[in-house]
């Protein structure tokens, strides 16, 4: 049944220190994903056209990769969890979050879920994966700014040098 092998909406959206090539074991969900805002985008093959001299034709190759990514816009984000994020800090005496001057590279392990289909639900997951979060939208008295946030998958490798996937996704099991 095609309802069973599909990603129903977001049920948790998770993002925490990484492990050792491995999934990071204490992931902080973000549960005010704002509906319609995640874009998953897979990993495509960049293709390259070589003119050859002989004639008219052309050989294609593979160019460089662009890795797989997600994107979301999140809402009610601490400043303790923008440090996360993006960097900075929190003021001590304000408690407000203090962006840096430059932007850091910032890597994090994440896992998305979905809601429940029939027993099972979808999962993407990144062990790995380069973070960029800004602070964006219009103030209004009905809107709100959000944290827009794209999650681009690296290729985990641990500390013995035994690389794993980049992301991973399909359904699991829903007790």
Same mark, same amino acid.
């Given at each position: 049944? *095609?309802?069973?092998?599909?990603?129903? &909406?977001?049920?948790?959206?998770?993002? %925490? *220190?990484? &492990?050792? !090539?491995?999934? %990071?074991?204490?992931?902080?969900?973000?549960?005010?994903?704002?509906? %319609?805002?995640?874009?998953?985008?897979?990993?495509?093959?960049?293709?390259?056209?070589?003119? /050859?001299? +002989?004639?008219?034709?052309?050989? /294609?190759?593979?160019?460089?990769?662009?890795?797989?990514?997600?994107?979301?816009?999140?809402? &009610?984000?601490?400043? +303790?969890?923008?440090?996360?994020?993006?960097? !900075?800090?929190?003021? %001590?005496?304000? &408690? @407000?979050?203090? +962006?840096?001057? /430059? +932007?850091?590279?910032?890597? @994090?392990?994440?896992?998305?879920?979905?809601?429940?289909?029939?027993?099972?639900? !979808?999962?993407?997951?990144? *062990?790995?994966?380069?973070?960029? *979060?800004? @602070?964006?939208?219009?103030?209004?008295?009905?809107?709100?700014?959000?944290?827009?946030?794209?999650?681009?998958?690296?290729?985990?490798?641990?500390?013995?040098?035994?690389?794993?996937?980049?992301?991973?996704?399909?359904?699991?099991?829903?007790?």
């Amino acid at each position: 049944m *095609a309802s069973i092998n599909n990603f129903l &909406g977001v049920s948790s959206f998770e993002l %925490g *220190a990484p &492990g050792d !090539g491995v999934m %990071g074991d204490t992931l902080t969900n973000f549960p005010d994903v704002e509906v %319609g805002s995640v874009n998953i985008e897979g990993a495509t093959q960049n293709q390259e056209t070589i003119s /050859t001299e +002989a004639n008219d034709s052309y050989i /294609t190759v593979n160019g460089d990769p662009t890795p797989g990514s997600v994107s979301a816009r999140l809402y &009610g984000v601490t400043p +303790a969890q923008m440090v996360v994020l993006a960097g !900075g800090e929190v003021d %001590g005496t304000s &408690g @407000l979050w203090n +962006a840096p001057k /430059t +932007a850091p590279d910032i890597y @994090l392990s994440f896992r998305m879920k979905g809601k429940a289909i029939n027993n099972k639900r !979808g999962v993407l997951q990144m *062990a790995y994966a380069k973070i960029s *979060a800004r @602070l964006q939208g219009t103030v209004t008295k009905n809107g709100l700014p959000a944290v827009d946030i794209t999650i681009t998958a690296n290729t985990p490798v641990s500390a013995l040098l035994v690389e794993g996937p980049p992301y991973s996704y399909g359904t699991e099991d829903v007790a």
